[in-house]
C-alpha cells in the first residue's frame, strides 16, 4: 500500500484510514443499473491502496460500485488496458477561464483551485462562475488584491503602486477585516504573493498569518527571498501557529532547492503544519511589470536573454525588456536545470500543482508530464506515488476546512465520481514554451461529478458539470 508522507498522519486522518480499510473489504456488486460504469479498467486509489482490475458503478454523481462483476450502466465506457484513477486536483490553477479549464481538463484534472493569488473578492469570483464549468473550481482570499483595496489602488495585482508601499495601521486592519470577510464567503483559505508585495512587512504578514490560524484554515504563500525567505516566513506562521503551504518549491528553492526543501523537512519534524509542491518544468512565469524585476536596470545582458515574452516568443534584451515592462504583459523566466526539477518533483514532501494558466507549458501538461516523463520514461516516481501526490495529497491538505474535498481526491463508495482515465504507455505532455496550449496526449476519458467531460480524447462539448469548491470556517 502507498504510504503518504509524514504530515498526514494527524489522529483524525489516522482515524479516517482505518474506515477506509473496512470500506473497501466489504465492497461488494450491487444489482442496481448505474448512469456509467467503468469497466475492465486497472483502478489505482492511492488512499487505500487498490490497485486492481475491476468495475465502477456510478450513480448520481458518486461512486456506488466498486466490483469484480460485470455490472450494467446506461453508459459504459470500456477501460481495459488503461489506469482508473482519482480526478487530479490542482492546488495552484491561474487563468479560471472557459479556455483554462478545457486546457486542465485534457491534462486530467477535475479540480482546480486559485490559491496563491486568489481574488480580492470571493463572494463576485464565485457568482461569476456559477451554472457550472469544466470543472470544480474555488479560490482563497488573496492578501495582494484586498491589500491594494484597503490602499485605495485601482491596479488590483502586483503591478500596482501599493505594492511596493507600507500600510498604514488603519489600512492593515481594513485589510484583516477584508481577509475576514472573504473566508465568510467561502474563500478556500488565504493566498499570499509576498514576493510582490515588498511593501507588506513581515510584521503585517504575520498578523494575515493569524487570521488564518484563528478561523482554521491553510495560508498559501509565494514567499520573497530564496532561502533567508522561506526562514522568516515559516518563523512568522509558525509565530501565529497558522497551517502554511508554500508554492512552487522548484522556482521558490531554484538552485537551492536540496536545502530549502531540508528547511521544510525540518519545520515538520519540528512540529510545524507546513507543506509544498513543485511543477515539472525549468521555466517560470510572472507579469513583466511585478516588484520581482525592480532591479531589471542593473541587470547583465545575459539575464535579459533568460527572459521570453510569451506573446511572440522571442526572448528579450535590455530595449525589448523596457518596452513590454511599459506596456505589460507576461515573461517566461528560463534558468533552472533538470536536476533541480527532478529534485524537486521527486522530493517526498512535494504535492504536484501546475502554477498555470495559458501561455506556459504547465498550463497544459503539468500532470501528463509527471505520467510520462517522471513516471514512465525515467522511472523517477513510482505511478501511484505519482498519483497520490495528484490525488489524495493535495485533498487531505484541504479537507479540514473544506468539507467538499472529503469526497474527492480518492475511488471508494460515496465518493464524488470525479474520475481520470488514462493511457500509461502514450499519456504525456505536448505543449512547449512557443506553443504553450498544446493539450497533452493519453488522457482518453475524465468524468467530473459523474459526467464525462472528456470522452476517447476529445472535449465532451455542452456539458458543464463542475461545482463551487468552498470552504467552511470554525
Not at 409 to 422: E, H, K, L, P, V
Not at 456 to 471: N, S
Amino acid at each position: 500500500m502507498y504510504q503518504p508522507p509524514f504530515w498526514i498522519y494527524s489522529r483524525r486522518h489516522l482515524l479516517f484510514w482505518s474506515v477506509s480499510i473496512v470500506l473497501f473489504a466489504g465492497i461488494s456488486a450491487c444489482g442496481a443499473d448505474y448512469d456509467t460504469v467503468i469497466q475492465g479498467g486497472r483502478v489505482m486509489d492511492p488512499e487505500s491502496g487498490l490497485d486492481s482490475v475491476v468495475n465502477i458503478g456510478i450513480l448520481e454523481g458518486q461512486v456506488r460500485a466498486i466490483s469484480g462483476d460485470n455490472l450494467d450502466g446506461s453508459r459504459v465506457i470500456d477501460a481495459t488496458g488503461l489506469i482508473v484513477a482519482p480526478g487530479f486536483v490542482d492546488l495552484h490553477r491561474h487563468g479560471q477561464s472557459e479556455r483554462a479549464y478545457r486546457l486542465q481538463v485534457q491534462d486530467g484534472v477535475t479540480t482546480g483551485l486559485e490559491l496563491e493569488i486568489g481574488t480580492p473578492n470571493a463572494a463576485t469570483w464565485y457568482a461569476a462562475r456559477e451554472g457550472g464549468q469544466l470543472v470544480n473550481y474555488g479560490v482563497s482570499i488573496g492578501h495582494i488584491g484586498v491589500r491594494a483595496r484597503a490602499m485605495g489602488d485601482s491596479v488590483l495585482g502586483s503591478g500596482g503602486i501599493t505594492a511596493r508601499q507600507q500600510s498604514s495601521p488603519d489600512q492593515i486592519s481594513e485589510t484583516e477585516q477584508l481577509i475576514r470577510e472573504g473566508l465568510a464567503q467561502g474563500a478556500i483559505g488565504v493566498g499570499f504573493g509576498t514576493a510582490y508585495t515588498p511593501g507588506a512587512t513581515m510584521d503585517e504578514i504575520e498578523r494575515m498569518f493569524s487570521i488564518a490560524a484563528d478561523l482554521g484554515v491553510t495560508a498559501f504563500v509565494h514567499m520573497r527571498g530564496g532561502l533567508e525567505g522561506l526562514d522568516s516566513t515559516l518563523t512568522a506562521a509558525n509565530n501565529a501557529a497558522a497551517s502554511l503551504h508554500i508554492v512552487h518549491a522548484n522556482s521558490s528553492g531554484g538552485g537551492n532547492i536540496l536545502e530549502f526543501l531540508e528547511m521544510i523537512q525540518m519545520a515538520q519534524d519540528e512540529g510545524q503544519d507546513v507543506t509544498t509542491e513543485a511543477y515539472p518544468y525549468g521555466a517560470s512565469q510572472t507579469g513583466i511589470q511585478s516588484a520581482l524585476f525592480d532591479d531589471w536596470e542593473s541587470w547583465d545582458d545575459e539575464r535579459f536573454e533568460r527572459h521570453q515574452w510569451v506573446r511572440t516568443g522571442e526572448r528579450l534584451n535590455r530595449e525589448t525588456f523596457s518596452k513590454y515592462r511599459e506596456d505589460g504583459g507576461s515573461v517566461i523566466i528560463h534558468g533552472r536545470t533538470e536536476e533541480m526539477t527532478l529534485a524537486a518533483v521527486t522530493s517526498p514532501l512535494t504535492i504536484v500543482a501546475s502554477d498555470g494558466g495559458t501561455g506556459h507549458p504547465r498550463g497544459a501538461g503539468t500532470f501528463a508530464r509527471i505520467l510520462g516523463r517522471y513516471v514512465r520514461e525515467q522511472g523517477a516516481l513510482e505511478l501511484m506515488d505519482a498519483l497520490a501526490r495528484m490525488t489524495i495529497l493535495p485533498t487531505l491538505r484541504l479537507e479540514e476546512f473544506v468539507p467538499a474535498m472529503k469526497t474527492k481526491g480518492r475511488i471508494r463508495i460515496g465518493s464524488d465520481a470525479d474520475i481520470t482515465i488514462f493511457d500509461p504507455e502514450t499519456v504525456i505532455d505536448r505543449a512547449t514554451y512557443l506553443e504553450g496550449s498544446l493539450t497533452s496526449d493519453g488522457i482518453e476519458y475524465v468524468l467530473v461529478n459523474g459526467i464525462p467531460v472528456v470522452y476517447e480524447g476529445e472535449i465532451a462539448e455542452g456539458v458543464r458539470p463542475g461545482k463551487a469548491v468552498k470552504a467552511e470556517m470554525n
